[in-house]
């Protein structure tokens, strides 16, 4: 069974950083793209980056410049550091990843982490 693990939200004052981290564990046979998204309430979850499994990376446009997505492929994990955060990051932050198990390609999802930005 694959699980994903976040780890890394908490509170922080606006313009200060954290830094997410999501270990996938279980058996499978390759991680392809790995994300982070983030669900405010009365909110839609929304992609905050993403990264492919050959280093290519996207953001939002709301956050980039501040955050920086990274994985290490031996760990399989993907990491989010968020710098110069703002009231508006406050999110649950998800954690998703394209595993492929034997010959099924699918999407996973962690648990979720809070963020919360103080003004």
């Known amino acids: 069974q694959v699980q994903l693990v976040e780890s890394g939200g908490g509170l922080v004052q606006s313009g200060g950083s954290l830094r997410l981290s999501c270990a996938a564990s279980g058996n499978f046979f390759s991680i392809y793209n790995m994300g982070w998204y983030r669900q405010a309430p009365g909110k839609q979850r929304e992609l905050v980056a993403i990264?492919?499994?050959?280093?290519?990376?996207n953001y939002a446009d709301a956050v980039k410049g501040r955050f920086t997505i990274s994985r290490d492929n031996a760990k399989n994990t993907v990491s989010l550091q968020m710098n110069s955060l703002k009231p508006e990051d406050t999110a649950v932050y998800y954690c998703?990843?394209?595993?492929?198990?034997?010959?099924?390609?699918?999407?996973?999802w962690g648990q979720g982490t809070q963020v919360t930005v103080s003004s």
């Open positions: 990264i492919t499994s050959d280093g290519n990376t």
């Open positions: 998703r990843a394209d595993i492929l198990v034997f010959i099924t390609r699918s999407q996973y």
